[in-house]
Every structure is written in C-alpha cells, then in structure tokens.
C-alpha cells in the first residue's frame, strides 16, 4: 500500500472524524487558533496603516518593521516564549501568529491608502468633509482591494503556519502530522498535510468572495466578464457580399 493510499484509508475512516481529539476537533482548535490571531493582527495593522496611509507619515517605519518581523521565524517566537510566562500552548501559538500576519495587513493597508489619487482626496476636502470623513469614506473604499488583498494573505499564511502549535501542546491539525512521524506512519502525515493544504485553499477561496462581496464597484462574476469578452462570429454570408 503506499503512501496516497494509506492516507485516503485515513481520511476515509468515520471514526478519525467523529473520536474526541479526532479530525473535526483538531479543525475546529486550528481555526480558532487562526481566527483569532488573525483577527488581533487586523486591530493591529489596519488602523496603523490607514492612519499612516492616510497622513503620508511613517512609510520607512512601516517598511522597516514589516521587513524586521517578516525576518522573524515564529517557531523561533514560540520557543522564545516557553521561557517567558506566556509558556507553551494556543495563547503562545496564537500570539506568534498574529505578529506572522501583522506585516502584510500593514503594509497592503498603508499602500492602499497612499495609492488613493491625490484628485480625490481634495475633492472630498472640498465637500466639506473633515479628516475621518475623508479617510473612512473616500480613502478607505478606494484602498479596499489593497487592504483586502493584504488580509487574505496573511489568513493563507497563519492556516497554513499553524501546524506549528502542535509542537508546543497548541492543538490543531498539525497533531496530525506529529503523530504520523511518531508513529513512522507516513501516510498519516500526508493525510495531515492534505487537510491543511485543503484548508488553506478554502480560506483563499472564501475570502476572494468576502472581497468580492465588501469592495466598492459594480458586480460581476468573472465566468460572466470572460464570456462577454469572447468575440461574437460573424455571421457567415455564402460568399454573397452585404
């Protein structure tokens, strides 16, 4: 038997899914995990950058720190906290993930709010509209796909990075894998990595169709945009000139 197949048996077995600590509460840990740290990266970054965007001040510090955490390995940051109060766990796991997912919010979120036309920005002052006004209702739709693009890239990222919490007791999928190399059960680890790959796609998906969804402009779904763009024949005339 070999490996596809030894995972396949696994994924296929009803009580891997359904035991306690099997596959659906090991989902259920990693998405909590990576909600979370997501969602505390967001409060972080998106203000920080909207309000750096929108004033013109900070890009070399946003740079610098956005290079300075990127270059920050988050198995090095978990251990590091294992000699800290914080210790091992999902408090640890989800802390380490919210500074992986910190740099790309910012630095989409500052770029999309620099990249607002100047033209725009004085028109909105010229309405009357005060310095919240203009950010949050002519800077902010505007940069929307920027910021968006950012927010999705660092959700992919910290669901697929957090298999790492299960080297330190943080739970989720990544037990998976653990347990198959414990076992020399390869198999195993490549159903684990089936299921986080999977996952990571879905989160994709799912948060292309929140952009969709949240950014200003008008709708359509792109099937309908490549089927309109296709060229209409010409009808064919028999050789008999119109």
Do not use: C
């Not at 630095?107 to 036309?117: A, H, K």
């Amino acid at each position: 038997m070999n490996r596809w197949e030894e995972a396949y048996r696994y994924l296929n077995d009803p009580f891997n899914w359904s035991r306690p600590g099997g596959i659906l509460d090991l989902l259920t840990e990693h998405l909590r995990i990576s909600a979370v740290a997501v969602l505390v990266a967001m409060l972080i970054a998106l203000p920080v950058g909207a309000v750096l965007g929108h004033t013109g001040r900070g890009g070399a510090f946003t740079v610098a720190l956005s290079n300075v955490s990127r270059a920050v390995p988050t198995l090095a940051l978990l251990t590091l906290f294992a000699v800290t109060p914080i210790g091992f766990g999902p408090t640890a796991t989800t802390i380490a993930l919210a500074v992986f997912a910190v740099p790309p919010i910012l630095t989409n979120t500052y770029v999309g709010f620099r990249s607002v036309d100047p033209d725009v920005v004085e028109a909105s002052r010229a309405m009357g509209m005060g310095g919240r006004q203009v950010l949050l209702r002519a800077e902010l739709p505007l940069a929307a796909p920027l910021v968006m693009t950012g927010v999705r890239t660092a959700a992919v990222q910290v669901v697929a990075t957090a298999t790492l919490a299960a080297l330190v007791a943080g739970g989720g999928l990544g037990r998976i894998i653990t347990l198959g190399f414990a076992q020399q059960n390869y198999g195993t680890v490549l159903a684990g990595a089936v299921l986080v790959a999977a996952l990571a796609v879905l989160t994709e998906l799912l948060l292309v169709a929140v952009t969709w969804v949240v950014v200003p402009g008008a709708k359509e779904l792109p099937f309908l945009r490549a089927r309109r763009a296709d060229p209409v024949p010409e009808p064919a005339t028999g050789g008999v000139p119109l």
